[in-house]
């Protein structure tokens, strides 16, 4: 049987920190059972973030300024490996422009309901309700095309092992905590 308690990173980008919505977005993990069993608040440098986005996320971060320029109307004259290297760049200069709050959640099928809760990468095809959808509607091919980075307030870990990965990249484990909260009774009677 699949565990059903999960741990997921989530990280509260320059942008909502500047923006102090910081509160309000943790309040919406809270408020559907999810535990922070570990959070920090640090300014990242480049070294670090290039840790956490790899120069593998490239192609991923071409194809999907690709989509956004196409629905959007941008059209561009770079050649698409020149226009990931850019958004790369914009993204790890975006990272690191200002404090990030890390966070660890737990919580039943946490990387899911967490993605959920945060929308898609690109705002603007966001769900209101979502984090995104609800304080930012920017596309990433506009932020892109701006050099601006990817202004999309929160970054989630993508699956478990992602999770994995990226926890024990930003965490030590004893900065990580087991509690039992108000929610655990109600999923885990006994």
Not at 22 to 43: A, D, P, T
Not at 65 to 78: H, M, P, R, S, W
Not at 150 to 170: F, P, Y
């Amino acid at each position: 049987m699949k565990e059903m308690i999960e741990r997921t990173l989530v990280i509260i980008k320059p942008d909502g920190v500047k923006r102090s919505l910081s509160g309000e977005i943790i309040s919406r993990f809270e408020k559907v059972g999810l535990k922070i069993v570990g959070m920090k608040m640090v300014w990242i440098n480049k070294d670090f973030a290039k840790k956490h986005y790899p120069e593998a996320l490239i192609p991923v971060l071409t194809e999907k300024t690709f989509l956004d320029y196409d629905a959007i109307g941008i059209k561009v004259n770079e050649k698409r490996e020149l226009v990931g290297k850019g958004a790369y760049e914009d993204l790890l200069k975006y990272i690191t422009e200002g404090p990030v709050i890390a966070m660890v959640l737990e919580g039943v099928h946490a990387v899911e309901v967490v993605r959920k809760l945060v929308g898609s990468t690109s705002p603007y095809k966001s769900a209101p309700g979502t984090i995104r959808g609800d304080f930012t509607h920017i596309s990433m091919g506009y932020a892109t095309y701006k050099k601006m980075g990817g202004r999309n307030l929160i970054h989630a870990s993508g699956t478990v092992e992602e999770a994995k990965k990226e926890i024990s990249l930003w965490f030590k484990d004893n900065e990580l905590h087991s509690f039992k909260s108000v929610h655990d009774e109600h999923i885990m009677p006994n």
